[in-house]
């Protein structure tokens, strides 16, 4: 009896220890699940990531939010590689500081979408904060451009349901991506072109920064065009993208 009782005993453990990593690795999946940016509402408005064609074509944007100097370059190397088609998204605060900047982005022939006017997380305001930030946002960049902007990525591209429901009534299309290039960790040009280049597919959003932050951007830039250029791939804008095409979007819990 004593015998069954440690092998009972034993067994008990070790159905624990199952148990117990289960339960581990079970909240490992919902921390991952919880990372996950999901990209739209049943029957409701969706989030823009990736596009499903066919076509080897992609997207280059830059979200910008500060700073000056990080710009100008980034554009002369999309002129030299006569690429006139990228999307950027712009805070509003920052738009209001450099209108000449702005212009330049257009002048150039690039999108501009907005990034909302204060950088903060839309996902952690009320919906009234987030409405006021949306329309603050709307009438700097509409008296830049001349016409308002239909393109919002939200700051840190954080979003949840409501934040889908509030843009779409105020007449945007959230975007967020399928390719991040980590360039605004400054990881090394080598890190950023490996985070873009071996992944990239027909259809995808790439996300690129031009803040003051990045310092390794206009390096790498050039490396990442040339090399997707050289397994065939075209660009274009968010807009073009998004025409005509079938988007990838999973559903907001």
Do not use: C
């Amino acid at each position: 009896m004593k015998f069954i009782w440690v092998f009972h005993a034993k067994r008990i453990k070790q159905l624990s220890l199952i148990i117990i990593a289960a339960f581990f690795t079970a909240g490992l999946l919902y921390v991952e699940r919880s990372q996950i940016t999901v990209f739209s509402t049943p029957d409701g408005p969706q989030a823009f990531y990736k596009a499903e064609t066919d076509n080897k074509e992609v997207a280059l944007t830059f979200n910008i939010s500060w700073g000056d100097q990080r710009l100008i370059p980034i554009l002369d190397i999309l002129d030299q590689k006569e690429i006139d088609h990228a999307t950027f998204f712009v805070s509003a605060s920052w738009a209001e500081r450099y209108p000449d900047l702005i212009k330049e982005i257009k002048d150039r022939g690039h999108s501009i979408g907005s990034h909302g006017y204060r950088y903060k997380d839309y996902t952690k305001w009320s919906e009234e904060k987030i409405r006021k930030d949306i329309n603050e946002s709307t009438l700097v960049l509409s008296e830049l451009l001349g016409e308002k902007p239909t393109l919002l990525r939200p700051p840190n591209g954080a979003f949840n349901k409501s934040v889908l429901q509030l843009a779409d009534k105020q007449g945007y299309s959230i975007i967020h991506w399928s390719v991040n290039s980590n360039d605004y960790q400054n990881p090394g040009v080598d890190k950023i072109v490996e985070s873009v280049v071996p992944v990239a597919n027909s259809g995808d959003v790439i996300l690129f920064h031009a803040s003051d932050s990045v310092k390794q951007t206009h390096k790498a830039l050039p490396i990442v065009i040339d090399q997707l250029r050289g397994k065939g791939f075209t660009f274009t804008t968010v807009d073009d993208l998004m025409a005509g095409t079938e988007t990838e979007n999973e559903e907001v819990k």
